[in-house]
């Protein structure tokens, strides 16, 4: 695959939407931060109904949306043996990918869909 940037635009979004389409998981690996991190992939793999492996890092930004096991599988950060038993457990055990991959739809459709961004940007907008 090519490497491109934001500017240079290699890959359209309907071709980003390909790939996710077409892959078994996602890996998101992420580096230890307080700051929100790695939340677009993940979202758009969610979208795609595609289960996600992702590091537990504190820069989660919903912890009480994104539930371990249920809706995304977290490992720990920069752990290699921890990321590799993630990805045999979603090969392995279909009925928890099954789960997540259903989940994670289900969390998109109910809280990350439009009609409530907008509702949070109006507030925003309301408040201040």
Not at 26 to 55: D, F, H, N, W
Request: aromatic letters at 8%.
């Amino acid at each position: 695959m090519e490497q491109g940037n934001w500017e240079e635009k290699v890959l359209s979004d309907l071709d980003i939407k390909k790939l996710y389409l077409n892959c078994f998981y996602v890996i998101i690996p992420l580096k230890e931060t307080i700051q929100p991190s790695g939340q677009s992939s993940c979202l758009q793999a969610m979208a795609c109904g595609k289960p996600v492996i992702m590091s537990n890092i504190k820069g989660i930004w919903d912890r009480d949306l994104l539930k371990h096991g249920e809706n995304i599988f977290f490992v720990n950060p920069g752990d290699q043996k921890d990321l590799n038993k993630g990805i045999n457990t979603l090969i392995k055990d279909l009925e928890m990918r099954k789960r997540i991959e259903k989940q994670g739809r289900l969390l998109i459709e109910d809280h990350f869909n439009v009609i409530n961004m907008k509702n949070n940007l109006k507030t925003i907008f309301e408040e201040n």
